[in-house]
Each structure stands twice: as C-alpha cells, then as structure tokens.
C-alpha cells in the first residue's frame, strides 16, 4: 500500500524559508502515474490546499495564498516530492500533509480527491 512521509517541518520567523519532503513508497503503478498534493490546516480551520505537481506532464499547481513564495518540484528516482516555501508569513502557521493519488483526468486540487495521506508536520512560523 502507499505510504507517504512527510518531514522538515519547524519553526521560523516571518521571511525565513523551510523545505518541506515527501516520502512515497508501496506504489501499485509508476511514481509517475500519481498526483501527489499538499495542503495544510490551521487548529480549526479547513484543510487549504497548498500546491501539486501532476506526475503525467510535471504540471505544478499552487493556492492563490502562496504563489510567487512556494514551489513544488519531485525527485522521481527518489519517489520524494519537496516543498520550498519562501518568504514565510505567521499566516502560513499549521500542520503539512502531501497527499497521493492516481491522475484520472486532471490534478486534483481538492482534499476529497487524494486517497493517500501522510501523518503532517508542523511549520510555526512567528511574527
């Protein structure tokens, strides 16, 4: 079965950076076959969807929140995803989670649409 690790989470001050990774293993199908997401929620409030690449045609997909800061981009002999994040803002405080699924149509870009979810790690980033 898929498992997803993600790691480098921490704690910053406004206009740091941090590098987020993904750790995938267990896939059925090619790494490449996959969309692999993150997103990140604050305590109570909705799951945001952050960024993702879609692992067909490489295309990279970002929230309105965090274009021109974040960037996502893979290391497919190493089945990781990474997320670079810029620029950080105490808004960008919460829990990390990548996420996975099998492209259909086009990126998912909604929760729902992953089957797979890591465990999440904290990005605090103070003001």
Sequence with gaps: EVQLVESGGGLV????SLRLSCAASGFT???DDYAIGW???APGKEREFVGAING???G???GDSVKGRFT???D????TVYLQMNSLKPEDTGVY???ATLVVLNTPLLPLQYDYWGQGTQVTVSS
Excluded: E, H, M, P
């Excluded at 001050?13 to 740091?16: C, N, P």
């Excluded at 497919?76 to 089945?79: F, G, P, S, T």
């Design 97 to 99: 989670y990548c996420a």
């Design 56 to 58: 067909r045609d490489g």
């Design 72 to 74: 996502v981009s893979t």
């Design 60 to 62: 990279l997909f970002y």
């Design 13 to 16: 001050q406004t206009g740091g």
């Design 76 to 79: 497919n002999a190493k089945n």
């Design 39 to 41: 997103f990140r929620q």
């Design 29 to 31: 199908f090619a790494f």
